[in-house]
C-alpha cells in the first residue's frame, strides 16, 4: 500500500465548530513539514473563523515551527455547494476524512474514496489514530482510489480455486477467447 505524507480532509457547513476544525487541521499539520490538511466547505464566514482559530491554535503548540512548514501545503477551498465538495473529496481521496456538518451520515454515504471517515463533531481524526479502533496506516496521495487500510486481511494468504464444468466451458470459451485475443 503506498503511504506518504500524512493528510486529511475536512468537510463542512455553517454548523461546524471552528475550533474543533483548527484542532484537527493542525494535528494533522504537526504530522511533518509535508502534511497536508485542506477544509472544503460552502460557508466563507467558516472559513475565515477557521483561520483564525488555526492562527490562535498554533501559537499554543509544542511542534510550532513544524506545524508552521505544513501550512504552506495546506487550503481552504471554497465550493458551491456539497455536490461539488463530495466530487472533490472522490477525485481527491484523502486518507482521513472529517465531516462536520448538519447531515454528515447522508454524505458520509456518497463517500467512494476515503482511507478513513470520521463523522460528526465529536469524532477527530486523532481517535482514530489512537483509540477508536480504526485503522491507522492508511492510504495518502490519491491511493484511497484502489487500496485500503492495512487490516487483518493484509496479512492472510489467500488462493483462489476453480472449478468449471464442460457445459461452463463452452458458454464462457467465447468470452475467454475475446479476451485473451485484446489481452
Same mark, same amino acid.
Given at each position: ?5 500524512? $493528510?486529511? %480532509? ?19 499539520? $504537526? ?12 460557508? *466563507? ?18 511542534? @510550532?515551527?513544524?506545524?508552521? @512548514?505544513?501550512?504552506?501545503?495546506? #487550503? ?7 455536490? *461539488? ?8 481521496? &484523502? ?10 451520515? *447522508? ?7 476515503? /482511507?478513513?471517515?470520521?463523522?460528526? &463533531?465529536?469524532?477527530? %481524526?486523532?481517535? /482514530? ?19 485500503? /487500510? ?6 492472510? @494468504? @489467500?488462493?483462489?480455486?476453480? *472449478? ?5 466451458? #463452452?458458454?464462457? /470459451? ?10
Amino acid at each position: 500500500m503506498p503511504a506518504g505524507p500524512s $493528510e486529511v %480532509e475536512i468537510i463542512a457547513d455553517e454548523t461546524a465548530n471552528p475550533q474543533f476544525i483548527a484542532a484537527d487541521f493542525l494535528s494533522q499539520a $504537526e504530522h511533518g513539514g509535508d502534511s497536508q490538511s485542506i477544509l472544503v466547505t460552502t460557508s *466563507e464566514e467558516l472559513a475565515d473563523k477557521v483561520m483564525l482559530a488555526v492562527t490562535e491554535q498554533l501559537n499554543a503548540l509544542s511542534r @510550532k515551527e513544524i506545524t508552521a @512548514k505544513a501550512l504552506a501545503n495546506c #487550503r481552504i477551498i471554497l465550493m458551491k455547494d456539497i455536490a *461539488e465538495m463530495v466530487e472533490f473529496t472522490n477525485l481527491y481521496a &484523502p486518507e482521513h476524512l472529517i465531516i462536520q456538518t448538519a447531515d454528515y451520515i *447522508e454524505i458520509a454515504e456518497k463517500i467512494e474514496n476515503a /482511507g478513513s471517515v470520521f463523522m460528526g &463533531p465529536y469524532t477527530p %481524526e486523532s481517535a /482514530g489514530d489512537y483509540a477508536s479502533g480504526t485503522n491507522h496506516t492508511l492510504p495518502t496521495n490519491g491511493y484511497a482510489k484502489a487500496y485500503s /487500510g492495512v487490516n487483518l486481511d493484509s496479512f492472510i @494468504k @489467500k488462493i483462489t480455486f476453480q *472449478e468449471i464444468t464442460a457445459d461452463g466451458l #463452452r458458454k464462457l /470459451g467465447p468470452a475467454i477467447q475475446i479476451m485473451a485475443a485484446n489481452e
